[in-house]
C-alpha cells in the first residue's frame, strides 16, 4: 500500500516538473498568444509576476499586437497620464500593433501611435483631444487603417476628416458619432436652421469604400445623405439616430430600409453613459 502511494507522489511530482518546465519553456510568441486574452491591466499587473519567462513575455511586442485599454482609460480619465500608458506600450509593441483601443488620447500619443502605426488596422479613440492639425500630419501615416472611431472628437473637425479619408483608402467601418445638440429636437418634417452637410459630402467624396457607417447626431441633411448613399456603393450599415435635420424625402427612406442595417434618425438613442474620472497611477507604473 505504501509503495503504491509513494509511487503515485513521484508521479505527481514529475507531472509538476514536466508542466513547469513546460510553461517555462514555451516560446515567447506561444506565450503571447494565451496572454492576449487577458485583459491589459492582468497582463502587466499579475501574469509578469509569475516567473521571468512570462515578464519577457510581456515586455515583448508579442503581447502588444493588440492594445486595448479603453476601460482603463475611462476610469483613469487623466489626458497626461493616458497619453504616456499609450506610448509606453506602443514602444513595447515595436510597430507590431494592429489594433488600438484606448479613450481620451492627446495629440502626443497620437503622434507616438501613427510613426509606429504601419501595420495598425483599427484605431479606436472616442472622446480623444487630438486635433486636426495632428490629424493633417499623420494620416498618411495611418494608410492601411480599416475600422476608424473618432466619436466624440471634437478638436477633429471637416478638415482632419478629409485628411482620413483622402490618406486611409482601406476605411470599410467609420464611427463618428457626436453629442447631442444643444438645440431641442425638431418634430419630423420640420429641419433645423443648422444644417451642414460638410462632413457627410467628405464622407461621401472621399470614403467610398465604407461597409459600415454610424454618424449619430449628425447635422447634415438630405442633401449629405443622398452624397453617402450615392457614392457609397458598398454601404450595408448604417446608424443615424438623432440625425434630426433630415426630412427623408424622395426615395431616401426607402434605400436606407434597403441596407441590411439601418437605424433611422428618430429612434430613441440611449444616452445612459456614466464615466468615472477616478485615475489609477498604478496601471501606468507597471509599464516602466
Known sequence: MSG??????????????????????????????????????????????????????????????????????????RLEIIDLAVRKLVRRSKGTFRRLSAYKLGDGAFSSLANCGKSLKVLQIPMSEVTDKMVQKHAESLANISVLDISYCLKITSKGLESFGKQCKSLTHLKRNMPPPEWERPAPGSASSRVDDTEAMIIANTMTGLHQLELCFGR?????????????????????????????????????????????????????????????????????
Not at 502511494?5 to 519553456?25: A, T
Open 4 to 77: 503504491s502511494i509513494n509511487k503515485r507522489v513521484r508521479c505527481n511530482e514529475l507531472d509538476e516538473e514536466v508542466v513547469g518546465g513546460r510553461w517555462e519553456g514555451l516560446n515567447p510568441e506561444v506565450l503571447a498568444v494565451i496572454f492576449v486574452r487577458l485583459p491589459a491591466e492582468e497582463r502587466l499587473r499579475t501574469v509578469a509576476l509569475v516567473c521571468r519567462s512570462w515578464l519577457e513575455t510581456v515586455a515583448g511586442p508579442y503581447c502588444w499586437t493588440e492594445i486595448d485599454i479603453e476601460q482603463w482609460c475611462r476610469r483613469c480619465n
Open 220 to 288: 447634415f441633411g438630405d442633401r449629405g445623405l443622398h452624397a453617402l448613399l450615392t457614392h457609397c456603393e458598398k454601404l450595408s450599415h448604417l446608424d443615424i439616430q438623432g440625425c434630426w435635420n433630415l426630412e427623408l424625402e424622395g426615395d431616401l427612406e426607402e434605400k436606407c430600409e434597403q441596407l441590411a442595417v439601418y437605424r433611422s434618425p428618430w429612434i430613441d438613442y440611449d444616452e445612459d453613459v456614466v464615466l468615472s474620472d477616478s485615475s489609477d497611477e498604478s496601471y501606468l507604473d507597471s509599464l516602466s
